[in-house]
């Protein structure tokens, strides 16, 4: 059967990232969205196992022994860290899955596996997202700035990612519809490569004969 595709989906905190994949999710079925464990104290509403695995501390430094992570790291002083065993197994029945993970886990999953889909979700300003993170009311000032001063620091890596989204306020259904065209032109792409190959190869074979 064909693979899925891995996709790292990164995006300032407040970009709307969030939003973004549920919508997604909800209008294309082929999408598995993996769950991450983390250190940090789950927000209201937030629910173990569905929105994160949380954990202590000892607990994720004893998986971090055991491998089980595909990737971790440290994010203003949290550990995050994606657990490998869902995300091999939804990419062998064919899923395209999606790890929404901050910056520096990206670059160790795109050295793994090269082929990993990288998209960058923005908003079209980073004052936007001072306003949106102060809306939300889950953070302290402090912790806010805390996280302007991360995405001031992230911003030269958006040159690696191979696609930046723009997620516009009020233009989250053309935002989904991007990103659905992105993956979907990547499947054309490898898909109807290949089959063409082996259709030329039989013809190939054929003149040979
Ligand atoms: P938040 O605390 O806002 O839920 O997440 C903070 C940051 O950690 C976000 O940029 C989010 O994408 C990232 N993140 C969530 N899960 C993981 C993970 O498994 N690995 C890494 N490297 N980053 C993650």
Redesign the pocket.
Known sequence: MKKGILIC?????GAG??TLMKALLEKYPNYAL?I???T?SP?PGEIDKK??FFKTKDEFEEMIKNDE?L???Q??D?Y???PKSYVYEQLEKGKDVI????????F?VKEKYPDTVLVFVTTPSIDEIRERLIKRGTETPEKIEK?MSQIAREVKSLYDYDYILVNENNKLDECVEKFNHIIESIHQKTDNSKDLINKLETEAEEITK
């Open positions: 989906v990164s995006g300032f905190s990232k969030g993996s991450s464990a983390t940090r927000r929105d994160y992570f990737e971790y790291a994010y203003v949290n995050y860290g994606t790890l929404e993970i901050e910056v520096q886990g990206v160790k996280r």
